[in-house]
Protein backbone atom coordinates (compact mmCIF):
# COMPACT_ATOMS: atom_id res chain seq x y z
CA UNK A 1 0.00 0.00 0.00
CA UNK A 2 2.91 2.34 1.06
CA UNK A 3 4.18 1.84 -2.68
CA UNK A 4 1.17 2.48 -4.51
CA UNK A 5 0.84 6.00 -1.86
CA UNK A 6 4.59 7.00 -3.41
CA UNK A 7 3.06 6.56 -6.73
CA UNK A 8 0.06 8.19 -6.06
CA UNK A 9 2.35 11.14 -4.31
CA UNK A 10 4.29 11.20 -7.44
CA UNK A 11 1.54 11.47 -9.79
CA UNK A 12 0.36 14.95 -7.80
CA UNK A 13 4.01 16.07 -8.14
CA UNK A 14 4.16 15.87 -11.90
CA UNK A 15 0.20 17.39 -12.36
CA UNK A 16 1.14 20.55 -10.47
CA UNK A 17 4.64 20.73 -11.90
CA UNK A 18 3.14 21.05 -14.99
CA UNK A 19 0.52 23.20 -14.68
CA UNK A 20 2.46 25.97 -11.56
CA UNK A 21 6.18 26.26 -14.30
CA UNK A 22 3.57 28.78 -16.63
CA UNK A 23 0.27 29.86 -14.88
CA UNK A 24 2.05 31.96 -12.51
CA UNK A 25 4.55 34.34 -15.08
CA UNK A 26 1.80 33.79 -18.07
CA UNK A 27 -0.55 37.27 -17.11
CA UNK A 28 2.52 38.71 -16.98
CA UNK A 29 4.38 37.88 -20.22
CA UNK A 30 1.35 38.39 -22.04
CA UNK A 31 -0.05 41.49 -20.74
CA UNK A 32 3.63 43.05 -20.63
CA UNK A 33 4.78 45.79 -23.61
CA UNK A 34 5.87 44.26 -26.86
CA UNK A 35 9.22 46.58 -25.94
CA UNK A 36 9.55 44.55 -23.08
CA UNK A 37 9.55 41.07 -24.24
CA UNK A 38 6.26 40.40 -23.73
CA UNK A 39 3.35 40.15 -26.07
CA UNK A 40 1.50 43.15 -25.34
CA UNK A 41 -2.16 42.11 -24.62
CA UNK A 42 -4.87 43.60 -22.50
CA UNK A 43 -5.99 42.78 -19.49
CA UNK A 44 -9.09 41.78 -20.76
CA UNK A 45 -7.58 39.54 -23.73
CA UNK A 46 -5.43 37.78 -20.98
CA UNK A 47 -8.73 37.42 -19.30
CA UNK A 48 -9.99 35.82 -22.15
CA UNK A 49 -7.28 33.86 -22.98
CA UNK A 50 -7.13 32.11 -19.22
CA UNK A 51 -10.85 32.35 -18.44
CA UNK A 52 -12.65 31.14 -21.53
CA UNK A 53 -9.75 28.46 -22.51
CA UNK A 54 -10.14 27.06 -18.99
CA UNK A 55 -13.85 27.07 -19.05
CA UNK A 56 -14.79 25.19 -22.05
CA UNK A 57 -11.38 22.85 -21.14
CA UNK A 58 -14.10 22.36 -17.68
CA UNK A 59 -17.21 22.46 -19.62
CA UNK A 60 -16.11 19.85 -21.63
CA UNK A 61 -14.58 17.57 -19.05
CA UNK A 62 -17.72 15.46 -18.20
CA UNK A 63 -17.91 13.98 -21.63
CA UNK A 64 -14.18 13.11 -22.08
CA UNK A 65 -13.45 12.20 -18.55
CA UNK A 66 -16.10 11.55 -16.73
CA UNK A 67 -18.14 9.24 -19.02
CA UNK A 68 -14.87 7.05 -20.95
CA UNK A 69 -13.30 7.01 -17.56
CA UNK A 70 -16.51 6.03 -15.48
CA UNK A 71 -17.82 3.59 -18.33
CA UNK A 72 -14.81 2.57 -21.15
CA UNK A 73 -11.44 3.02 -19.97
CA UNK A 74 -8.77 2.62 -17.12
CA UNK A 75 -8.14 6.10 -16.18
CA UNK A 76 -4.05 5.69 -16.24
CA UNK A 77 -4.20 5.03 -19.44
CA UNK A 78 -6.58 7.85 -20.49
CA UNK A 79 -4.70 10.25 -18.40
CA UNK A 80 -1.27 9.61 -20.30
CA UNK A 81 -2.79 10.24 -23.52
CA UNK A 82 -4.56 13.14 -22.75
CA UNK A 83 -1.11 14.50 -21.40
CA UNK A 84 0.97 13.26 -24.49
CA UNK A 85 -1.18 15.65 -26.67
CA UNK A 86 -1.38 18.27 -24.30
CA UNK A 87 2.11 18.73 -23.64
CA UNK A 88 2.47 18.83 -28.00
CA UNK A 89 0.00 21.56 -27.92
CA UNK A 90 1.28 23.98 -25.32
CA UNK A 91 4.93 23.84 -27.19
CA UNK A 92 3.03 24.65 -30.63
CA UNK A 93 1.81 27.39 -28.21
CA UNK A 94 5.03 28.83 -27.30
CA UNK A 95 5.60 29.95 -31.22
CA UNK A 96 2.95 31.96 -31.25
CA UNK A 97 2.52 35.66 -30.94
CA UNK A 98 -0.99 36.71 -32.00
CA UNK A 99 -3.78 37.10 -29.34
CA UNK A 100 -5.98 34.62 -32.03
CA UNK A 101 -4.04 31.85 -31.65
CA UNK A 102 -2.81 31.99 -28.52
CA UNK A 103 -6.97 31.88 -27.62
CA UNK A 104 -7.44 28.85 -29.62
CA UNK A 105 -4.48 27.00 -28.89
CA UNK A 106 -5.32 27.61 -24.88
CA UNK A 107 -9.01 26.46 -25.68
CA UNK A 108 -7.63 23.19 -27.20
CA UNK A 109 -5.17 22.82 -24.43
CA UNK A 110 -7.40 23.32 -21.75
CA UNK A 111 -10.02 20.71 -23.33
CA UNK A 112 -7.15 18.40 -22.83
CA UNK A 113 -5.86 19.11 -19.71
CA UNK A 114 -8.85 20.16 -17.38
CA UNK A 115 -10.01 16.76 -17.21
CA UNK A 116 -6.77 15.27 -15.84
CA UNK A 117 -7.04 17.44 -12.47
CA UNK A 118 -10.25 15.58 -11.86
CA UNK A 119 -9.20 12.38 -12.59
CA UNK A 120 -5.81 12.61 -10.73
CA UNK A 121 -8.47 13.25 -7.73
CA UNK A 122 -10.81 10.45 -8.75
CA UNK A 123 -7.54 7.57 -9.06
CA UNK A 124 -6.10 8.82 -5.50
CA UNK A 125 -9.55 8.27 -4.11
CA UNK A 126 -9.92 5.13 -5.56
CA UNK A 127 -7.13 3.59 -4.11
CA UNK A 128 -6.86 5.16 -0.27
CA UNK A 129 -8.69 3.07 2.65
CA UNK A 130 -9.14 6.06 4.24
CA UNK A 131 -9.73 9.33 2.16
CA UNK A 132 -10.47 11.79 4.78
CA UNK A 133 -7.09 11.11 6.60
CA UNK A 134 -4.98 10.42 3.53
CA UNK A 135 -6.22 12.05 0.78
CA UNK A 136 -4.95 15.40 1.98
CA UNK A 137 -0.99 14.24 2.05
CA UNK A 138 -1.28 12.47 -1.95
CA UNK A 139 -2.50 16.15 -2.98
CA UNK A 140 0.18 18.03 -0.75
CA UNK A 141 2.26 16.43 -3.20
CA UNK A 142 1.06 18.13 -5.83
CA UNK A 143 1.91 21.76 -4.37
CA UNK A 144 5.19 20.37 -3.55
CA UNK A 145 5.60 19.86 -7.46
CA UNK A 146 3.98 23.39 -8.09
CA UNK A 147 6.76 24.59 -5.90
CA UNK A 148 9.42 23.44 -7.23
CA UNK A 149 8.58 23.89 -10.91
CA UNK A 150 8.50 27.50 -10.23
CA UNK A 151 11.35 28.02 -8.15
CA UNK A 152 13.35 26.04 -10.58
CA UNK A 153 13.19 27.46 -14.32
CA UNK A 154 13.70 31.38 -12.50
CA UNK A 155 16.67 29.87 -10.56
CA UNK A 156 17.82 28.34 -13.79
CA UNK A 157 16.98 30.28 -17.05
CA UNK A 158 16.05 33.54 -15.67
CA UNK A 159 19.17 34.57 -13.72
CA UNK A 160 23.01 34.45 -13.24
CA UNK A 161 25.37 34.99 -10.50
CA UNK A 162 22.95 32.68 -8.19
CA UNK A 163 23.52 32.97 -4.61
CA UNK A 164 21.91 31.54 -2.01
CA UNK A 165 20.56 33.37 1.31
CA UNK A 166 18.84 33.10 4.44
CA UNK A 167 15.47 35.26 3.97
CA UNK A 168 13.01 35.30 0.76
CA UNK A 169 13.29 34.67 -2.29
CA UNK A 170 16.14 32.49 -0.88
CA UNK A 171 18.30 33.49 -3.99
CA UNK A 172 19.42 36.24 -5.45
CA UNK A 173 21.43 37.23 -9.22
CA UNK A 174 21.54 39.09 -12.08
CA UNK A 175 18.43 38.89 -13.86
CA UNK A 176 18.96 37.79 -17.41
CA UNK A 177 18.14 41.86 -19.69
CA UNK A 178 15.46 39.48 -21.78
CA UNK A 179 13.91 37.85 -18.88
CA UNK A 180 10.36 38.74 -19.83
CA UNK A 181 10.43 37.29 -23.04
CA UNK A 182 12.18 34.29 -21.73
CA UNK A 183 8.80 33.42 -19.66
CA UNK A 184 7.57 31.65 -23.19
CA UNK A 185 10.18 29.12 -22.54
CA UNK A 186 7.83 27.90 -19.71
CA UNK A 187 5.24 26.56 -21.92
CA UNK A 188 8.06 24.63 -23.85
CA UNK A 189 9.33 23.24 -20.17
CA UNK A 190 5.99 22.32 -19.54
CA UNK A 191 5.23 20.18 -22.24
CA UNK A 192 8.42 18.44 -22.26
CA UNK A 193 7.63 17.95 -18.58
CA UNK A 194 3.83 16.67 -20.15
CA UNK A 195 5.44 13.85 -22.06
CA UNK A 196 7.33 12.44 -19.33
CA UNK A 197 4.80 12.11 -17.07
CA UNK A 198 2.42 10.57 -19.61
CA UNK A 199 5.41 7.81 -19.40
CA UNK A 200 4.82 7.53 -15.59
CA UNK A 201 0.88 6.87 -16.06
CA UNK A 202 1.76 3.77 -17.28
CA UNK A 203 2.94 2.62 -13.91
CA UNK A 204 0.68 3.87 -11.96
CA UNK A 205 -2.22 1.25 -10.63
CA UNK A 206 -4.72 -0.46 -12.76
CA UNK A 207 -7.90 1.90 -12.08
CA UNK A 208 -10.58 0.05 -14.78
CA UNK A 209 -13.61 1.49 -15.55
CA UNK A 210 -17.16 0.37 -13.41
CA UNK A 211 -19.09 -0.72 -16.39
CA UNK A 212 -21.35 -2.32 -13.18
CA UNK A 213 -23.08 1.41 -12.96
CA UNK A 214 -26.75 1.22 -13.39
CA UNK A 215 -26.76 4.28 -15.24
CA UNK A 216 -25.47 3.97 -18.73
CA UNK A 217 -24.66 7.66 -19.25
CA UNK A 218 -22.38 8.44 -15.82
CA UNK A 219 -22.32 12.34 -16.32
CA UNK A 220 -26.31 12.81 -16.16
CA UNK A 221 -26.42 10.59 -13.30
CA UNK A 222 -24.01 12.93 -11.66
CA UNK A 223 -25.89 15.71 -12.59
CA UNK A 224 -28.71 14.45 -10.39
CA UNK A 225 -26.51 15.41 -7.25
CA UNK A 226 -28.14 19.48 -7.56
CA UNK A 227 -30.66 17.46 -5.73
CA UNK A 228 -29.14 17.50 -2.96
CA UNK A 229 -30.03 21.07 -0.93
CA UNK A 230 -25.55 21.06 -0.08
CA UNK A 231 -24.59 19.86 -2.79
CA UNK A 232 -26.37 22.76 -4.67
CA UNK A 233 -25.31 25.63 -2.32
CA UNK A 234 -21.37 24.53 -2.41
CA UNK A 235 -21.92 24.55 -6.29
CA UNK A 236 -23.51 28.38 -5.80
CA UNK A 237 -20.89 29.50 -3.22
CA UNK A 238 -18.32 27.64 -5.51
CA UNK A 239 -18.66 29.72 -8.36
CA UNK A 240 -17.64 33.08 -7.33
CA UNK A 241 -15.00 31.96 -5.76
CA UNK A 242 -13.65 30.47 -8.83
CA UNK A 243 -14.10 34.02 -10.65
CA UNK A 244 -11.70 35.98 -7.68
CA UNK A 245 -9.60 32.89 -7.77
CA UNK A 246 -9.27 32.81 -11.48
CA UNK A 247 -8.62 36.54 -11.48
CA UNK A 248 -5.84 36.25 -8.71
CA UNK A 249 -4.01 34.40 -11.34
CA UNK A 250 -4.10 36.45 -14.11
CA UNK A 251 -3.41 39.47 -12.22
CA UNK A 252 -1.24 38.98 -8.86
CA UNK A 253 1.69 38.79 -11.47
CA UNK A 254 1.13 42.01 -13.03
CA UNK A 255 -0.06 43.55 -9.16
CA UNK A 256 3.87 42.57 -7.86
CA UNK A 257 5.70 43.71 -10.98
CA UNK A 258 3.72 47.17 -11.69
CA UNK A 259 2.66 48.14 -8.06
CA UNK A 260 4.99 46.62 -5.58
CA UNK A 261 8.07 47.12 -7.69
CA UNK A 262 9.30 43.06 -7.55
CA UNK A 263 11.62 41.92 -10.44
CA UNK A 264 10.44 39.36 -13.14
CA UNK A 265 12.30 37.03 -11.47
CA UNK A 266 10.99 36.62 -8.26
CA UNK A 267 7.33 37.06 -9.30
CA UNK A 268 6.98 32.53 -9.50
CA UNK A 269 8.49 32.27 -6.08
CA UNK A 270 6.63 35.35 -4.48
CA UNK A 271 3.44 33.49 -5.73
CA UNK A 272 4.81 30.10 -4.23
CA UNK A 273 4.36 31.46 -0.54
CA UNK A 274 1.00 30.66 -0.76
CA UNK A 275 1.80 27.14 -1.53
CA UNK A 276 4.15 26.48 0.97
CA UNK A 277 1.32 27.22 3.36
CA UNK A 278 -0.84 25.24 1.65
CA UNK A 279 1.16 22.42 2.55
CA UNK A 280 1.17 23.01 6.44
CA UNK A 281 -2.95 23.31 5.85
CA UNK A 282 -3.23 20.26 3.93
CA UNK A 283 -1.28 18.53 6.23
CA UNK A 284 -4.00 19.56 9.04
CA UNK A 285 -7.13 19.78 7.09
CA UNK A 286 -8.38 16.12 8.32
CA UNK A 287 -8.63 17.84 11.64
CA UNK A 288 -9.70 20.84 10.80
CA UNK A 289 -12.74 19.06 9.31
CA UNK A 290 -13.43 16.78 11.93
CA UNK A 291 -13.25 19.66 14.71
CA UNK A 292 -15.14 22.45 12.46
CA UNK A 293 -16.82 19.61 10.12
CA UNK A 294 -17.32 21.19 6.28
CA UNK A 295 -19.60 24.08 6.93
CA UNK A 296 -17.02 25.70 8.64
CA UNK A 297 -14.14 24.78 7.40
CA UNK A 298 -14.87 25.64 3.38
CA UNK A 299 -15.97 28.95 5.23
CA UNK A 300 -12.83 29.66 6.85
CA UNK A 301 -11.73 28.97 3.24
CA UNK A 302 -13.33 31.93 1.96
CA UNK A 303 -12.98 34.51 4.93
CA UNK A 304 -8.93 33.95 4.08
CA UNK A 305 -9.72 34.98 0.52
CA UNK A 306 -11.30 38.29 1.94
CA UNK A 307 -8.76 38.79 3.94
CA UNK A 308 -6.01 38.61 1.23
CA UNK A 309 -7.97 40.92 -1.09
CA UNK A 310 -8.48 43.25 1.75
CA UNK A 311 -4.47 43.48 2.60
CA UNK A 312 -3.98 43.89 -1.14
CA UNK A 313 -6.51 46.56 -1.46
CA UNK A 314 -5.17 48.07 1.37
CA UNK A 315 -1.24 48.24 0.39
CA UNK A 316 -2.43 49.40 -2.82
CA UNK A 317 -3.79 52.46 -1.99
CA UNK A 318 -0.18 53.89 -1.78
CA UNK A 319 1.58 55.00 -4.84
CA UNK A 320 3.64 52.84 -6.44
CA UNK A 321 6.74 51.20 -4.48
CA UNK A 322 9.42 51.37 -7.48
CA UNK A 323 11.94 48.78 -7.79
CA UNK A 324 13.07 46.37 -5.31
CA UNK A 325 16.38 46.70 -6.20
CA UNK A 326 19.62 49.07 -4.90
CA UNK A 327 21.70 51.15 -6.51
CA UNK A 328 24.14 48.01 -7.01
CA UNK A 329 21.55 45.82 -8.69
CA UNK A 330 20.78 43.88 -5.42
CA UNK A 331 17.34 42.95 -4.42
CA UNK A 332 16.00 44.47 -1.27
CA UNK A 333 12.76 44.68 0.50
CA UNK A 334 10.01 47.69 0.86
CA UNK A 335 7.65 47.41 3.43
CA UNK A 336 4.57 46.95 1.00
CA UNK A 337 6.39 43.99 -0.85
CA UNK A 338 6.90 42.21 2.29
CA UNK A 339 3.02 42.43 3.52
CA UNK A 340 1.88 41.58 -0.10
CA UNK A 341 4.23 38.46 -0.05
CA UNK A 342 4.02 37.47 2.81
CA UNK A 343 -0.01 38.10 3.05
CA UNK A 344 0.60 35.39 0.75
CA UNK A 345 0.32 32.58 3.55
CA UNK A 346 -3.33 33.33 3.34
CA UNK A 347 -3.57 31.46 0.28
CA UNK A 348 -2.70 27.60 1.53
CA UNK A 349 -6.07 28.48 3.84
CA UNK A 350 -8.08 29.71 0.82
CA UNK A 351 -6.97 26.78 -1.60
CA UNK A 352 -6.90 24.24 1.02
CA UNK A 353 -9.83 24.59 3.50
CA UNK A 354 -13.02 25.80 0.39
CA UNK A 355 -11.44 23.63 -2.67
CA UNK A 356 -9.54 20.70 -1.20
CA UNK A 357 -12.83 19.97 1.14
CA UNK A 358 -14.96 20.87 -1.43
CA UNK A 359 -13.32 17.88 -3.30
CA UNK A 360 -13.55 15.35 -0.59
CA UNK A 361 -17.52 16.63 -0.10
CA UNK A 362 -18.39 15.89 -3.77
CA UNK A 363 -16.75 12.12 -3.24
CA UNK A 364 -18.48 11.84 -0.08
CA UNK A 365 -21.62 12.66 -1.59
CA UNK A 366 -21.45 10.88 -4.89
CA UNK A 367 -22.09 6.81 -5.58
CA UNK A 368 -19.23 4.94 -6.34
CA UNK A 369 -20.15 4.23 -9.82
CA UNK A 370 -20.26 8.28 -11.03
CA UNK A 371 -17.19 9.55 -8.89
CA UNK A 372 -15.13 10.48 -11.88
CA UNK A 373 -18.33 12.07 -13.44
CA UNK A 374 -19.33 13.89 -9.88
CA UNK A 375 -15.55 15.11 -9.82
CA UNK A 376 -15.52 16.39 -13.40
CA UNK A 377 -19.62 18.64 -12.78
CA UNK A 378 -18.18 19.96 -9.38
CA UNK A 379 -15.29 20.99 -12.13
CA UNK A 380 -17.87 22.85 -14.75
CA UNK A 381 -18.08 25.14 -11.82
CA UNK A 382 -14.72 25.47 -10.16
CA UNK A 383 -13.16 25.63 -13.41
CA UNK A 384 -15.37 26.19 -16.24
CA UNK A 385 -18.17 28.52 -15.52
CA UNK A 386 -15.71 30.50 -12.90
CA UNK A 387 -13.14 31.23 -15.40
CA UNK A 388 -15.35 31.78 -18.17
CA UNK A 389 -16.75 34.61 -15.76
CA UNK A 390 -13.70 35.82 -15.20
CA UNK A 391 -12.25 36.70 -18.08
CA UNK A 392 -15.20 39.14 -19.39
CA UNK A 393 -15.34 40.39 -15.59
CA UNK A 394 -11.92 41.25 -15.52
CA UNK A 395 -12.43 43.25 -18.66
CA UNK A 396 -14.92 45.29 -17.04
CA UNK A 397 -12.44 45.49 -14.12
CA UNK A 398 -9.58 46.74 -16.80
CA UNK A 399 -12.06 49.28 -18.10
CA UNK A 400 -13.72 50.58 -14.30
CA UNK A 401 -10.12 50.42 -12.75
CA UNK A 402 -7.88 50.34 -15.57
CA UNK A 403 -6.32 52.77 -18.47
CA UNK A 404 -6.61 51.30 -22.31
CA UNK A 405 -7.77 47.95 -20.69
CA UNK A 406 -5.40 47.28 -18.59
CA UNK A 407 -5.80 47.27 -14.77
CA UNK A 408 -3.78 50.60 -13.19
CA UNK A 409 -6.41 51.12 -9.45
CA UNK A 410 -5.53 47.88 -8.24
CA UNK A 411 -6.90 48.83 -4.72
CA UNK A 412 -10.54 49.17 -6.31
CA UNK A 413 -9.72 45.76 -8.10
CA UNK A 414 -8.49 44.15 -4.47
CA UNK A 415 -11.22 45.67 -2.82
CA UNK A 416 -14.02 44.48 -5.05
CA UNK A 417 -12.98 40.56 -5.06
CA UNK A 418 -12.63 40.89 -1.49
CA UNK A 419 -16.24 41.87 -0.64
CA UNK A 420 -17.27 38.92 -3.29
CA UNK A 421 -15.37 36.62 -1.29
CA UNK A 422 -17.15 38.05 2.05
CA UNK A 423 -20.73 37.86 0.75
CA UNK A 424 -19.56 33.88 -0.07
CA UNK A 425 -18.66 33.10 2.99
CA UNK A 426 -21.64 34.51 4.87
CA UNK A 427 -23.82 32.70 2.53
CA UNK A 428 -21.19 28.90 3.31
CA UNK A 429 -22.36 29.93 7.26
CA UNK A 430 -25.63 29.93 6.47
CA UNK A 431 -26.90 27.61 3.94
CA UNK A 432 -24.13 24.97 3.87
CA UNK A 433 -25.24 21.87 6.08
CA UNK A 434 -23.45 18.80 5.62
CA UNK A 435 -25.59 15.72 4.05
CA UNK A 436 -23.27 13.13 3.87
CA UNK A 437 -23.62 9.91 6.08
CA UNK A 438 -21.02 9.09 9.06
CA UNK A 439 -18.32 11.23 10.80
CA UNK A 440 -15.18 12.22 9.35
CA UNK A 441 -12.78 9.39 10.96
CA UNK A 442 -8.79 9.96 11.16
CA UNK A 443 -6.89 7.01 12.02
CA UNK A 444 -3.48 6.77 12.89
CA UNK A 445 -1.06 5.97 10.79
Not at 194 to 204: D, E, G, K, Q, V
Not at 304 to 325: E, K, T
Not at 398 to 404: D, L, N, P, T, Y
Amino acid sequence: MNYIKSRLGAMMFLQYAVWGIWLPVLATYLQSPIADGGLGFTSGQVGWIIGLAGSIGAASAPFIAGQFTDRYFSTEKFLAVLLVLGGIVKIITAYQDTFFAWLVLSIVYSVLYMPTLSLTNVMAFAHLDNPDREWPRIRVMGTFGWIAASWLFPMIWLQSDLQFQALPPFFVGTEAPDATARLVDTLKVSGVLSILYATFCLLLPNTPPRKEGVEKLAFKKAFSLFSHRSFAILVLASLPISVIHQIYFMQAGPFFENQLGLLVTYIAPAMTVGQFAEIGVMVFLGVFLVRLGFRWTIALGGFAYFARYAIWGLISMQDAAGPSVDAAGQFVWTIPLMIGVFSQLLHGVCYACFFASAYMYVDRIADADIRNSAQTVFGIIILGAGPMLAGPFLGILGSVFGEAGVVTDFAGMWFTLAAIALITTVLVGFAFEDETQGEIVLQSA
